[in-house]
């Protein structure tokens, strides 16, 4: 056997090193750059007995790396192997992964319908339901009065894009939707009388609970897509 050749990197590991300390029973996450010490020792990776290669998001090979013992492999290489989806939010610093993603374009009801529905209409395109707003046809989205749905987003959905508008003649003044994300507002969106029709996008960013709320008569949100 050949003697394990070892490799020694001394640098500056920027962003963020994923770790939790479970202190007093509470639960920390470690942010930080640290000069690191770890070692290269060759090691390969197997798949059904099959020698398998890691890449990175740009097809370049990643080799796995030992640090205090603990055998470190790239995220999405590994996933990769396991025929796994990986999407990564710089804005919350957070890896996801799953074993299905919903492509870009889906409309979002039926890849997501609401499992609290709170007085709204839904309208599918599949089964040949629409809405009007402003003369114009809408479907694959929601209609209410005052009305609310909650959805269970499982952490899937970058962002939501839909048309949002009047669906009656009543154009009192005061009439919101708000997109809520796991507690907090996202994105509120104000209907002034006689506005036409606007096309928004909501970020979701990867949330896990939707709660979409109508505050005022005659609301649409149509033609919901998710990215």
């Not at 909650?150 to 009439?175: A, D, M, P, V």
Request: hydrophobic share 35%; proline share 4%.
């Amino acid at each position: 056997m050949k003697p394990i050749i070892k490799e020694r990197l001394k640098g500056m590991i920027s962003g963020l090193i994923i770790g939790t300390l479970v202190v007093g029973g509470g639960v920390f996450a470690k942010q930080a750059s640290e000069m690191i010490e770890v070692e290269y020792s060759n090691i390969k990776v197997y798949k059904d007995n099959v020698l398998c290669e890691l890449k990175d998001a740009n097809g370049s090979t990643i080799e796995p790396f030992i640090y205090n013992g603990t055998t470190y492999m790239p995220v999405r290489g590994t996933a990769s192997l396991a025929d796994m989806q990986v999407t990564w939010d710089g804005a919350t610093q957070s890896v996801y992964l799953w074993d299905d993603m919903v492509p870009d374009g889906t409309p979002f009801l039926e890849a997501c319908p609401p499992y609290d529905n709170g007085g709204c209409g839904t309208y599918l395109a599949t089964e040949g339901q629409s809405f009007s707003m402003a003369g114009e046809k809408y479907s694959n989205g929601l209609a209410s009065s005052n009305g609310y749905a909650l959805f269970n987003l499982n952490g899937k959905y970058s962002n939501i894009e839909c048309t949002i508008g009047h669906t009656g003649y009543e154009q009192r003044e005061g009439k919101y939707v708000s997109f809520i994300v796991d507690g907090r507002v996202v994105k509120e969106i104000e209907l002034e009388p006689e506005c036409l029709p606007k096309k928004v996008l909501i970020p979701i960013s990867y949330g896990l609970q939707l709660k979409i709320q109508f505050s005022g008569s005659a609301i649409g949100v149509g033609d919901m897509i998710v990215h």
